[in-house]
Structures are given as structure tokens and as C-alpha cells.
T-cell receptor, first 113, second 112 residues
Framework: DAGVIQSPRHEVTEMGQEVTLRCKPI?????LFWYRQTMMRGLELLIYFNNNVPIDDSGMPEDRFSAKMPNASFSTLKIQPSEPRDSAVYFC???????????FGSGTRLTVV | GEDVEQSLFLSVREGDSSVINCTYTDSSSTYLYWYKQEPGAGLQLLTY?????DMKQDQRLTVLLNKKDKHLSLRIADTQTGDSAIYFCAESLDTGRRALTFGSGTRLQVQP
């Protein structure tokens, strides 16, 4: 398996623009997680899905952020409109069942100027 | 509440042992994990321990869990320059909430 695949690896956009981050989890994994990593706040859970259904989105910063999982092999995280404070590395991770940890993607480094 | 704390930085010489420490506050932790993050990469699962265990060894890695003190440690024997990275501990809780809570990470620097 190729692991968790995220795209793009890097994204530079202007403030106010829409940004869409993409994730393909490992086949057969039933949980998918979106995390954000910054120097100031560390790793923050944004949202997670179980069997394509959002379970906990309490970490989503505000209404500008939305996430979808239309099927078991694809998820998106959208920011509209983007702001400079959204600049961070966004990670997607997936897991199968409970208690064996996650497999992380390589992340998307987002810079909003 | 959920709170996982780690020291920020550790420097060791190549060949020495490294010990990275972590404390957590939630007594309902079921599994505790150690992840490694190299520059520009995602987090890689190194090892994990179930909360009813007090030690787990995996090659150069030894995990010690003191559940009474809510203290977790990762010992890396014969530390190599390739071990230089950020190490995160994380816990999962027996509350039905599936997501892991991560510490802030410890940057390990291995000097030749």
C-alpha cells in the first residue's frame, strides 16, 4: 500500500482565496483524521470521520473550515476564505479499528500571504 | 481533561542512551503511543503500550509506563544520528472518543 496520500505537498495562496486539501486514506481503514500543526499550538485535531461519517468536528476553527468524506477513499478539507493565520502544516491520518495508532500522510504545507 | 506534556528538547551524544519523558493527566488512557517526526515528514508510529502493561521492548526502544504517576518514557539505546527527530507521545482514552491527544513533542538532537 502506498500509505496515506495527501495533495498538494505545498500550497501558497493569497488571503481570501479558497484552498482545498486532499487526502486518500489507506484502503480498508475506517477512520480518517485531519490535524493541523503549528509551532505555537502543536498538533491540533480538526475533525475525524468513521466510515465516512463526521464524528467530531469540535476542533474546526470556524465556519471558514469544512471537511467532507464522500467515500471511503477520499476526503477534502476546505478553507474559504483563507487567512494568514491558517498557515500551517495540515496532516491527514487513517487507522483501522481501535488502538493501533494512526498512519499519517506527509502533510500539506499551507502558506497564506 | 486531556493534557499530555513533554519536555521540548534533548541533546545526546551518538552511542549514548536517550530517554524522552511524557506525562499525561487522564487516568482513562487505554493505549499510549510514541511517534517520530523527521523534518518535512509526517508522524511515524514507533511503538505503543497498553495501559495495563508497565514495560515494552522493541529492539533499541524500551517503553516504560508508570500508571500511578501517569508517566511514560521512551528509551532509545545506542542512539544514532538518524534518530534525530521530534518525538511525540499520545494517548487514547476509554471514553469512546477515538482521536488521539498528542503532546507538544520533544526534539532529540544527536551529536556525533
Amino acid at each position: 500500500d502506498a500509505g496515506v496520500i495527501q495533495s498538494p505537498r505545498h500550497e501558497v495562496t493569497e488571503m481570501g482565496q479558497e484552498v482545498t486539501l486532499r487526502c486518500k486514506p489507506i484502503s480498508g481503514h475506517d477512520y480518517l483524521f485531519w490535524y493541523r500543526q503549528t509551532m505555537m499550538r502543536g498538533l491540533e485535531l480538526l475533525i475525524y470521520f468513521n466510515n465516512n461519517v463526521p464524528i467530531d468536528d469540535s476542533g474546526m476553527p470556524e465556519d471558514r473550515f469544512s471537511a467532507k468524506m464522500p467515500n471511503a477513499s477520499f476526503s477534502t478539507l476546505k478553507i474559504q476564505p483563507s487567512e494568514p493565520r491558517d498557515s500551517a502544516v495540515y496532516f491527514c491520518a487513517s487507522s483501522q479499528g481501535q488502538n493501533y495508532g494512526y498512519t499519517f500522510g506527509s502533510g500539506t504545507r499551507l502558506t497564506v500571504v | 481533561g486531556e493534557d499530555v506534556e513533554q519536555s521540548l528538547f534533548l541533546s545526546v551524544r551518538e552511542g549514548d542512551s536517550s530517554v524522552i519523558n511524557c506525562t499525561y493527566t487522564d487516568s482513562s488512557s487505554t493505549y499510549l503511543y510514541w511517534y517520530k517526526q523527521e523534518p518535512g515528514a509526517g508522524l511515524q508510529l514507533l511503538t505503543y503500550i497498553f495501559s495495563n502493561m508497565d514495560m515494552k521492548q522493541d529492539q533499541r526502544l524500551t517503553v516504560l509506563l508508570n500508571k500511578k504517576d501517569k508517566h511514560l518514557s521512551l528509551r532509545i539505546a545506542d542512539t544514532q544520528t538518524g534518530d534525530s527527530a521530534i518525538y511525540f507521545c499520545a494517548e487514547s482514552l476509554d471514553t469512546g472518543r477515538r482521536a488521539l491527544t498528542f503532546g507538544s513533542g520533544t526534539r532529540l538532537q544527536v551529536q556525533p
